[in-house]
């Protein structure tokens, strides 16, 4: 049937309609394509860049040299070390294990160290760096390198860790560095990014973690190339990051290491101050331990010998330790008897070897007393019958006023790790922590550095600064910061009447050069370099009636854990002071046999800025001396180093 013409109008007229609505719905498309393609390519070029390279390039951070640590003169204490290691990336390798499988046929890896990357991999983020093995040589990190390709996501990196040289000489001081742990991660609010570094090394203990914000430095960066599998291709670019601050400590690096000799065998601590400015010139504590084991990974063996030994060397004796300072003390009640006006240096109190308060006795020291006592003698001769008296007379709240004003019973602000407050008791101190009203007896014990009085050694070094020089030095550590000197922090006068401070100043030269001195022993005969102290002897264990009737125990007769701490206090020389000396030997018997002794050498260590000459000793003890200084382990004095500085 043949279609009419106008049918065939019509239908011609439909097919242009829909041909234009489709191609215009085609235009409408490929508009909205170019669009689109323009916007992607041009508006959101940076972008997409931005992905594509991200794709193929790493920012990777760059650990900074960690700041060098000196003494005084200028010899490096801490210092940094090349060290080659091995690192994966989990989402690099693919498969972590058959990658170390791999790798373990080319380099030798300890098994616990490689179990516990293996741990650490699947901890942490799939793209952070994980430490397989560390201070590698040379030669594996070249088996490495050539065996890349079959190694994916492995790669060895030369880096920088911490070394000591002087090995246990300053372990309690400076302390250590080890890797970052998920513990330190955990204490830090908004960690630094550095610390994701695999093993990155932050301080633990010491002026290395006191002071980590200076030594740590800031990271730098570098951009890598890497491949379809995360293979690196090529470093891009780099920014070095800014090294940590030097610092540089007080101390003096050959007379620590005379005070760590001199207390060999013993479980013992000595503190060295400069009493005209408070600066720490030596802070020995014995027994001590090689820091660099930490830093490259202490054995299970070594540490457990560490926490097993019953002298405690991980123990710092010198801030952290607190002993009953016993007649070390008596200076500061003597001070406070003389201040309020209680007793003036011309009176006497007559010792029959004890006093009676309220049916209890206490006793001297010397069984037959003193006899008649003024306060020089009573320094001189450590007459504990005198000072109850003073005790009953001033009472404990001036007796504490006047330990706070000499120093103790504070806490210090040094870079040292668990500085103590030590203990001066009072009235309302026994109330609030022991429940109990303060009884006569308690000032009694107190007057002469025993009941609840405690004190570091470093508190008493500070003590016996302030009463050589009669000002409120305080102790100083850090000298300076990148070659910027940090202020003394006190040269302020004590507020003591000088005749009552030179009364007692006498009473300690009378204890050291005195006919009937305590500690006579320890005299030095050299002129201008004469010593004053004050022997000091706390017992640790209660002597009952019955052992008095029967006649105490000698120390050496005793336990070790059992016998009495040994203390000494001194400065010299006794009319210029320059060095403030305090020893404490645990469990070491009398203050006059056992620390005295040690405390002269260190003193005559620190003036004659080495070993000290026979000719400063009794021409009766110059055999002895020479003796004990030839069985001595003592470090030839180091030259200074060469450091950097940002000043």
């Not at 997409?48 to 060098?68: K, Q, S, V, W």
């Not at 990357?117 to 093995?133: G, K």
Request: aromatic share 6%; with cysteine.
């Amino acid at each position: 049937m043949r279609r009419s013409p106008v049918d065939t109008e019509k239908s011609a007229r439909v097919v242009t309609r829909r041909g234009l609505l489709l191609g215009g719905a085609q235009l409408a498309m490929a508009g909205v394509l170019v669009g689109r393609m323009r916007f992607m390519q041009v508006d959101q070029a940076d972008e997409y860049r931005t992905l594509a390279d991200e794709n193929r390039i790493n920012l990777r951070l760059l650990p900074p040299a960690r700041g060098l640590i000196f003494d005084r003169k200028g010899v490096l204490l801490a210092g940094n070390e090349q060290n080659y290691s091995i690192v994966m990336v989990r989402e690099e390798a693919g498969d972590p294990e058959a990658v170390i499988e791999r790798l373990e046929k080319l380099v030798w890896l300890d098994p616990e160290n490689t179990a516990n990357a293996l741990e650490e991999m699947h901890r942490r983020s799939p793209f952070v760096p994980v430490t397989i093995a560390e201070r590698v040589s040379w030669q594996d990190v070249s088996e490495v390198a050539i065996n890349a390709p079959a190694l994916p996501g492995v790669t060895p990196q030369m880096g920088l860790s911490r070394i000591y040289p002087l090995g246990s000489d300053f372990a309690h001081v400076i302390g250590y560095v080890g890797p970052v742990s998920d513990y330190d991660l955990s204490r830090i609010e908004d960690p630094d990014p550095l610390l994701q570094i695999p093993r990155f090394q932050i301080g633990k203990t010491g002026v290395e973690t006191k002071l980590e914000s200076h030594l740590r430095g800031e990271a730098g960066t570098k951009r890598i190339e890497v491949n379809a599998v995360g293979r690196v291709m090529r470093e891009l670019d780099r920014e070095e990051g800014v090294p940590g601050s030097n610092i540089q400590l007080t101390v003096n690096h050959a007379l620590q290491n005379f005070a760590e000799a001199r207390l060999a065998g013993e479980s013992a601590a000595a503190v060295v101050l400069d009493p005209r400015n408070g600066d720490i010139l030596a802070i020995a504590s014995a027994p001590s331990f090689d820091p660099n084991k930490f830093v490259r990974g202490i054995s299970v063996s070594d540490y457990n010998a560490l926490l097993e030994d019953p002298y405690r060397p991980l123990a710092n004796k010198t801030a952290q330790g607190t002993y009953p300072p016993g007649s070390t003390f008596k200076m500061v009640t003597a001070l406070a008897a003389l201040e309020s006006g209680e007793i003036d240096t011309e009176e006497t109190i007559t010792c029959r070897g004890s006093i009676e308060i309220y049916n209890r006795r206490f006793h001297c020291w010397s069984r037959g007393g003193h006899g008649r006592v003024d306060l020089v003698k009573s320094l001189r001769e450590s007459c504990d019958v005198y000072f109850y008296e003073l005790a009953q007379r001033v009472g404990i709240e001036r007796i504490s006023e006047m330990a706070r004003k000499l120093g103790l019973g504070m806490r210090y602000d040094v870079p040292l790790s668990g500085v103590a407050e030590g203990l001066i008791p009072t009235k309302d101190w026994k109330r609030e922590v022991r429940g109990a009203d303060w009884v006569v007896g308690d000032s009694l014990n107190a007057a002469i550095g025993q009941g609840f009085v405690l004190a570091s050694p470093l508190q008493l070094a500070v003590m016996t600064s302030r009463i050589a020089s009669g000002n409120a030095v305080l102790p100083r550590l850090v000298r300076s910061i990148d070659g910027v000197e940090q202020p003394v922090l006190s040269t302020e006068g004590l507020d003591i009447d000088p005749r009552n401070l030179a009364a007692v100043q006498q009473g300690m030269y009378e204890v050291v050069n005195g006919a009937r001195g305590t500690g006579g022993g320890s005299r030095i005969v050299a002129d201008g370099v004469r010593m004053a102290g004050k022997t000091g002897t706390s017992q640790v264990r209660n002597i009952t009636a019955a052992e008095r009737a029967a006649g105490v125990f000698r120390n050496e007769d005793l336990p070790w854990e059992r016998r009495d701490h040994a203390l000494f206090v001194s400065y010299a020389p006794h009319d210029a002071p320059e060095v403030a000396v305090s020893v404490v030997v645990e469990h070491g018997g009398g203050g006059s046999t056992a620390a005295a002794p040690i405390a002269r050498d260190i003193v005559l260590a620190a003036l004659y800025d080495g070993v000290p000459p026979l000719d400063a000793y009794p021409s009766s003890q110059r055999g002895t001396i020479r003796s004990r200084f030839d069985a001595m382990e003592l470090r030839e004095p180091q030259a200074p180093s060469e450091g950097r500085s940002r000043a």
